[in-house]
């Protein structure tokens, strides 16, 4: 059975810079891989969508700031996140999407990793 795990979660200073790593065998697949993260008392959001072959689109409020990123030989999915706000405290998850298109909607993704902290704060 597919597993995604995640990991590199942490706390930083605003400004700071993190990277989220994902593991799992459905990585190295036809389907598109996401980020969604949750912030306290809110409710999960759409951070970033990966395609195949790689390409990547983003959420108004990180783009510029992150980059996702695939490595299919190594099952592996990338978040780079840089200049990072307050506002981007949240349970990171990654995702793996039923479709080979650039899925943004949360109903769209089968498969889930159980999630990653990230904490920014002075």
């Known amino acids: 059975q597919l597993e995604l795990v995640e990991s590199g979660g942490d706390s930083v200073q605003p400004g700071g810079s993190l990277r989220l790593t994902c593991i799992g065998s459905?990585?190295?697949?036809?389907?598109?891989m996401g980020w969604f993260r949750q912030a306290p008392g809110k409710e999960r959001e759409w951070v970033a969508t990966?395609?195949?072959?790689?390409?990547?689109i983003y959420a108004d409020s990180v783009n510029g700031r992150f980059t996702a990123s695939r490595d299919n030989a190594k099952n592996t999915l990338l978040l780079q996140m840089a200049n990072l706000k307050p506002e981007d405290t949240a349970i990171y998850y990654c995702?793996?999407?039923?479709?080979?298109?650039?899925?943004?909607?949360?109903?769209?993704?089968?498969?889930w990793g159980q999630g990653t902290q990230v904490t920014v704060s002075s």
């Open positions: 995702a793996r999407s039923g479709y080979q298109g650039m899925s943004r909607s949360e109903s769209e993704f089968r498969v």
């Open positions: 459905g990585i190295n697949s036809d389907y598109a």
């Open positions: 990966i395609g195949k072959f790689g390409t990547a």
